[in-house]
């Protein structure tokens, strides 16, 4: 079972990036898809979760409004939108899954992705 993060990059502040984590192994569509990053010298944070159907979304206040998590359960897949980059945004950013419910506890997950570098310039 492997979750495998793509997507990051350097960018500059105002750009996009679209993180992709793709799962191979098994099938997740019954799992939540989380995703959290860590920037240096901090500990890892949430920023963003969907429910195993994807009817219901969260958000962290520091992303909310800039970032969009959403998922294609036929390619097992969850993906992160993110817009208006911001240098405060530079970090490593990892995918997990947890079964059904989302949850904003990086504890709760089950499974993770390597993670995969994005870097936003000022």
């Known amino acids: 079972v492997q979750l495998q993060a793509s997507g990051g990059g350097l960018v500059q502040a105002g750009g996009s990036l679209r993180l992709a984590c793709a799962a191979n192994g098994r099938t997740f569509s019954g799992y939540a898809r989380g995703w959290f990053r860590q920037a240096p010298g901090k500990e890892r944070e949430f920023v963003a979760a969907?429910?195993?159907?994807?009817?219901?979304?969260y958000h962290s206040d520091s992303v909310k409004a800039r970032f969009t998590i959403s998922r294609n359960n036929a390619k097992n897949t969850v993906y992160l939108q993110m817009n208006s980059l911001k240098p405060e945004d530079t970090a490593v950013y990892y995918c997990?899954?947890?079964?059904?419910?989302?949850?904003?506890?990086?504890?709760?997950?089950?499974?993770w992705g390597q993670g995969t570098q994005v870097t936003i310039s000022s």
């Open positions: 969907i429910n195993w159907d994807g009817a219901s979304l």
């Open positions: 997990a899954a947890r079964y059904r419910e989302y949850s904003d506890s990086e504890a709760q997950y089950t499974y």
